[in-house]
């Protein structure tokens, strides 16, 4: 039997197939949002934008850059923490991340009760 408690273990609940899906799925979710950014640095500016569009869809456009780069920026860490020997802990608890959250959102750094709470203090 496993226990979760030590500090060591954070990660036990994921099996090294579970780790390596995840490391993979993180890789593709990389090269997409890699590509999604070079198609949108490859589009017109904003500025072109504004002249050809309506500012609603100039501001589309920038908001769609801002998310990708931000979950690009959560990837990265992710396959960091793999690295590091560090994934699937809570930033903030420190117990593990659930599995079947890590395999929703690969890049997940907060428990779902943690990220709960966070959600409600915004």
């Not at 890789?27 to 890699?34: A, D, T």
């Not at 960091?80 to 690969?106: K, N, Q, S, T």
Request: hydrophobic share 40%; proline share 3%; with cysteine.
């Amino acid at each position: 039997m496993v226990n979760h408690q030590t500090i060591g273990d954070r990660a036990a609940h994921l099996s090294p197939e579970d780790l390596a899906a995840l490391r993979e799925n993180l890789h593709e979710q990389r090269l997409f949002r890699r590509e999604q950014l070079r198609q949108i640095a490859a589009a017109p500016r904003v500025e072109d934008l504004l002249r050809r569009r309506s500012a609603a869809q100039a501001e589309v456009h920038v908001k769609v850059a801002a998310s990708a780069r931000m979950v690009l920026a959560d990837v990265e860490a992710a396959l960091r923490r793999i690295a590091e020997g560090r994934y699937g802990a809570c930033h903030l608890c420190r117990r593990p991340v659930e599995r079947d959250r890590l395999m929703i959102v690969p890049q997940a750094r907060y428990c779902a009760r943690c990220q709960q709470v966070r959600e409600a203090g915004r």
